[in-house]
């Protein structure tokens, strides 16, 4: 099936009062927990993705992706206006945003960051939606010892490369792998660490898991920081949609920055923060301004802001297309198309392309409403700024209760969440990161059966993963990779610099 047949089936999923909708409202929904401090995307996924498991396909995925496409536009606006990223990936942002607010341009700058998101998530969308299914077509060639050295190569990836420790990466991923096992082993029927416990059957419930670790460890961490009762000063700002033809006067800028945000976010780990500093560095080594970089620069915005929303984009194709997700948001977003009931992959493709062109559509209208609202309501944006603490936390904290126990009307589940917001806290206090425990829970289970399904099929042992010339590439490149990042001196020196410009 071609692409454009692949868009034609998924037109009859999307175009539906409750899919464009669901859409809308997780763009809106994504703006507003990005622009609040300490949330972000990852967060807005993880507080929904109960909600969507009671929903169709299409309409819950195009209203995760909506957030997950907000979310990472979001916290320009408080960077812009407070100087305080709503997300990590506006960091790079405040670096021109806050200078040109200061020199009273806060509606211009915030106008050229809806702007530039919205038009570089279009080219990522874009570039998703012609190369997933070349890639996907490509894979449906794998056998289970490629798919174990793919899955291999995730882990790998995110385990290490998105995270400053290789080390404590590795620990946590670990953490993640060691969880799945718990449950029924698929092979032999047998019981794996289940202690008796009747509700470790089938392992613990990814939902409970991801919004204990992240939503309820933030929490924690906010309580903990304090000034629950501070309302923050916010200015009154008005944007104009003239502001898409400011961005458009980038357009080298613009076309360049989205190309790193795209190719730095269909790497797996490298994700959203990388390419936006990166984008920076490009942009500031080889763009003429008449205010330098740093002091209010309209290119720095358009930079940072079109890169991270083009790695949305980016990260989704090898999350659709081989089953690794790109960052932590796609991993989550994997886990809720599993929670629906397809398996994000190459059979994807080949057994549910009207799922697939529904997502891709969903994503494209996600970037459409993304412009119109960050445009029409950025007052409104601002205005949420002003929310105390007091009331935001109970109101997180509820949703997340609710949320969980709504999925099987399990007290046990509101332990799991308690028991990993506890250890999401603990970890996330010594700088360790939670992102591998997630991928080690989704992933994990594909590397073990498909590993298994290889020595089965192998009658030389573990050689059958170098005797395919595929899956023997997939585990050089394996190899090279743990190579790599046990040697990390010259890449962690490059990473500094960048951030540091």
Known sequence: MSIFDTLIAGSGLFFTPLAILLTLVGCLAGLIIGVLPGLGPLMGIVLMMPVAFYLPPIPAMGMLIAIFVGGSCGGAISAIVLRIPGTPLAAATLLDGYPMAQRGRAGDAIGLAVSSSALGGIFGGIVLIFFAPVLAGFALRFAPPEYFALALLGLICIAVVSQESTIKGFLTGALGLLLATIGT????????????????????????????????????????????????????????????????????????????????????????????????????????????YGQGAEGGVVATESANNAACGGTLIPTLALAIPGDASSAVLMGALLLLGFFPGPDLFERNPDVVGGIFIAYIFANIFLFILGILLTPVFVSVLKLKKKFLIPLVLHLCVVGVFALQSSVFDLWVMFGFGVLGYVLRKFDYPLAPIVIGLILGPIAESNFRRSLLMSDDGAMVFFDRPVSALIMVVNVLLIILVLLPDKWRVWKTRVADI
């Open 185 to 292: 082993d698929s092979f032999s029927q047998a019981n794996r660490f289940t202690f008796g416990q009747y509700q470790l059957l089938n392992g613990f419930h990814i939902v409970a898991v991801v919004v204990g670790l992240f939503a309820l460890s933030e929490m924690f961490l906010q309580v903990q920081s304090g000034r629950l009762d501070q309302k923050p000063k916010v200015q009154k700002i008005t944007v104009s949609f003239k502001s898409l033809f400011m961005a458009l006067r980038h357009k080298t800028n613009l076309l360049r920055s989205s190309i790193i945000g795209t190719f730095f976010g269909a790497l797996p780990g490298a994700g959203g923060v990388m390419s936006s500093f990166t984008a920076y560095a490009v942009a500031k080594a080889n763009g003429k301004s008449d205010v330098p």
